[in-house]
Structure formats: C-alpha cells, structure tokens
C-alpha cells in the first residue's frame, strides 16, 4: 500500500531546526516532501510578491531512516506551496504541515504568518493542513532559541497529523492552527479554540533618531483580557496547547438582512 505523502513548508528557511524537528515527528507517518524558502521569512502572511526569483536548490537528507527530498526555494511560503503542487509533488499529497515556527500563532493576526499562510494556501488546493508553533520570546522569532526543546511540540505535531491523515475534518474547517507552550510536555492537554479578538502583537513605533524606519513589535500576552475560550486564553491563562480550526471562507457571520439595510 502506498505511503501518504506528506509536504513540509514553514516560514523560518529550510534549515531552520523547527522544520526538521517537524520532519522527524511525522516521518513515521509517510512520506516526506519538503519544499521550503531558503531563507527567513517570517510575516509573510500568504503573500506573493514579484520581487522573488522562484530560484531553486535541491538536495536530499536523511531522517528517521528515510531519504527526504529537499527543495529550497526563493519564495515566500505561500508560494513554495504552490511550487511544491504544480512542480515537485509525484502525486497529490494526504497533508501540509507547515512548522514547527519559532514562535506562538495566535489572535486574529494570524494572517500575518508565514506559516498559517503556507497552510491556507495548501487547503486551497484542497489538501487538509496542520499549522503548529511553539511560543517563544520575540528576540527568538527570527533565529529560533538556543538549545530549543522541540520534543512535547513534535509530539502535537505528530498526533494532530495522525488525526488529519485517519479522519475527515467537518467542512469548513480548512487548516488546524496548533500552539504550543514553551513549557509544554506530552501530556499537556489540548484544548479546542478560537481566535481571540484581541491584538496579541503590539507595533512599535520605528526608532528613526537611530536610522530604523521599520516598525518594531511586543506582544501583549494578557489573558485577562483574553476571551476564556481563545487561543490567547488557553496559551498563557489555562498554559495548554491550543488547536484552532480555521476556514478560508473569511465570509463575515453578521446577518446579511441587517447589512443590507444598512447599506441600501
């Protein structure tokens, strides 16, 4: 019986440790495709700027006993899905894993990441797909964390892709955003959320006196503000992994009657 395969992308470069820790957890579960940028690019959301070459490199790497395909690409995330659909695939995959970020996923900013982007981009070619981070500082968002313990998030890794492989998700339900605590271990439990409403990165403003024109960030990890059923809750009030169902269908719930009225 033929092995489902299994595409890996992420937002922080090929070599980024986060992605192979991913790699290596769900090895066992088929085989591996990865198609990743060659370099960071962390807050690209789904995005496809012209100003990318498409440019690739490739070579392979052991893991876990198995020969792994690798294609690093001059692309964004978003874009080295569909690379990785209309070019490397040698059958249509089971499910795209994008991860492990450095760094949680949180809020209704998630359209800003890299890596939920990826995972869009694979459910709109209609392939089920696992988001998963590990909350990290911000000063580790771009590099990763010295001596970072991957384990406990390549343990949800692993299970949320078993469960996306086995089950059929309910429709509408497009991508599972998956955070996880920096002090999480195997047995922490797992908890279904939503997105809080709440912003979770603050801009900061640019500190032009020293010549950065770029607005910087901190995040705003308060969970007494946070909804009691969000991600941002279950990630620093309940200190659970959060898994989120998302949807492409951005379609706003309000009542269309009452919008109409409204508008006319």
């Known amino acids: 019986m033929e092995k489902p395969l299994i595409l890996v992308t992420n937002d922080d470069g090929v070599e980024s440790a986060g992605l192979w820790a991913a790699v290596e957890a769900i090895a066992p579960l088929g085989e591996v495709l990865v198609v990743a940028p060659d370099r960071q690019w962390s807050a690209a959301g789904r995005s496809m700027p012209q100003s990318v070459t498409g440019a690739v490199s490739e070579h392979q790497r052991e893991v ?7 294609y690093g690409i001059d692309a964004t995330p978003a874009l080295c899905v569909v ?11 089971s499910l795209v894993v994008a991860g492990i970020n450095f760094g949680e996923n949180v809020s209704t900013e998630i359209t800003i990441s890299g890596t939920v982007g990826a995972a869009l981009e694979a459910a709109a070619f209609g392939v089920p797909a696992l988001a998963i981070s590990l909350e990290m500082t911000v000063d580790e968002h771009l590099t990763g964390g010295e001596a970072k313990d991957y384990r406990a998030t390549q343990h949800f890794a692993a299970l949320f892709a078993r469960r996306l492989l086995d089950r059929a998700m309910p429709y509408d339900v497009s991508v599972l955003n998956v955070n996880v605590p920096d002090d999480a271990t195997a047995e922490t439990p797992w908890r279904l959320t939503r997105l809080s409403r709440q912003r979770y990165f603050v801009p900061l403003g640019p500190d032009r006196a020293n010549g950065d024109g770029r607005p910087g960030y901190t995040v705003r990890a308060d969970p007494d503000r946070a909804e009691p059923d969000s991600d941002v ?17 951005m379609t706003s719930r309000a009542d269309f009657g009452a919008i109409e009225e409204r508008l006319r």
């Open 83 to 93: 690379h990785a659909m209309i070019e490397f695939v040698p059958r249509p995959p």
């Open 233 to 249: 809750w279950a990630l620093h009030g309940a200190r659970v992994v959060s898994v989120t169902p998302l949807s492409l269908d």
């Open 64 to 70: 876990g006993g198995q020969t792994v395909q690798v």
